[in-house]
């Protein structure tokens, strides 16, 4: 398998709360790209790129997708952290209102990296509760990709992709699953009252190689922004063409804004700390 991180938002939202902040104590973030802001001491993406180089289950290469704009600080980021620069993608883009859009940077570097395995997909933005579980979800990906009875050649692709459980619908994609855990349907934000679903679907795919394919079918013939700069989006699309399964974790964090931010900071200061107590306060 191959890893990409999604890394080339603006954080317009975030820095938006750091400057209207009043007590001020967030002004050194102002600048900084989402994936690179610290969790308990430790940029954000830092601890993917640690988590899938430690997964029993080898992951033969990790792209990040960046901007123009913030590209530089990966590069510092990549120096220091010991990654291979040339695994940093430019989309060369400025400022948020000329994005590519997330899909469109899913394409970018499945064509300039010329990807030949299936993809994890993972948001920059987004980090998952210390239960959190690499090797098992990337073992259930490989197990419903494989079936003994049948012949590999004919065996039909599958993705997973994961849910968290959710109280506000309105806030987050929200799909909606049989009794074996298939994906019947994504919802981008629905009112509590169009569904019963409560399992929110957070940026990290596990995609088949079949399923790049179909992505460069879907780009061509995306006519808005709007249809290729959400990863859900596309998903929505692609479930009703790929059997996708669904893998329930405990919960996330997205840093998209401040207040997420000072919690999910504070929940990895607790871990690096060896707070446990105060780890289980944040998490409630």
């Known amino acids: 398998m191959q890893a990409l991180i999604l890394a080339a938002g603006y954080g317009t939202r975030l820095s ?30 830092s601890k993917w790129i640690t988590e899938l180089e430690r997964s029993e289950i080898e992951v033969s290469d990790i792209f990040v997708v960046s901007n123009q704009r913030f590209y530089h600080l990966f590069v510092q980021w990549a120096k220091n952290f010991d990654f291979p620069v040339a695994n940093i993608i430019n989309d060369g883009t400025t400022c948020n209102d000329d994005r590519l859009g997330a899909i469109r940077d899913i394409k970018l570097a499945f064509e300039t990296k010329k990807l030949t395995s299936n993809l994890i997909i993972i948001g920059g933005d987004t980090i998952f509760f210390r239960d959190f579980k690499l090797n098992s979800i ?3 990906f490989r197990s419903l990709n494989h079936d003994e009875k049948s012949d590999s050649a004919s065996q039909l692709p599958v993705n997973v992709i994961l849910s968290s459980p959710v109280v506000d619908t309105t806030k987050s994609g929200i799909i909606e699953v049989d009794v074996n855990k298939k994906v019947t349907s994504l919802l981008e934000k629905p009112l509590p009252s169009e569904t019963s679903s409560r399992l929110g679907s957070p940026c990290f795919y596990l995609l088949h190689y079949q399923s790049l394919l179909l992505l460069c079918d879907y780009v061509a013939n995306s006519s808005s922004l709007q249809e290729v700069d959400a990863p859900g989006v596309f998903i929505s699309w692609l479930i009703k063409r790929i059997s996708t399964y669904a893998e329930e974790i405990s919960g ?16 990895f200061t607790s871990l690096e700390n060896g707070n446990l107590q105060s780890c289980a306060m944040a998490k409630e």
Do not use: C, S, W
């Not at 001020?24 to 989402?34: D, E």
């Not at 964090?253 to 919690?263: N, P, Q, R, S, W």
């Open 16 to 45: 938006r709360d750091i400057t209207n902040d009043p007590n001020g104590g967030y002004q050194h973030l102002l600048g900084v790209p989402k994936p690179l802001v610290p969790l308990g001491g430790i940029p954000l993406i």
């Open 252 to 267: 996330r964090f997205d840093v998209g804004a401040l207040k997420t931010y000072i919690e999910a900071d504070r929940y």
């Open 138 to 140: 990337i073992e259930r």
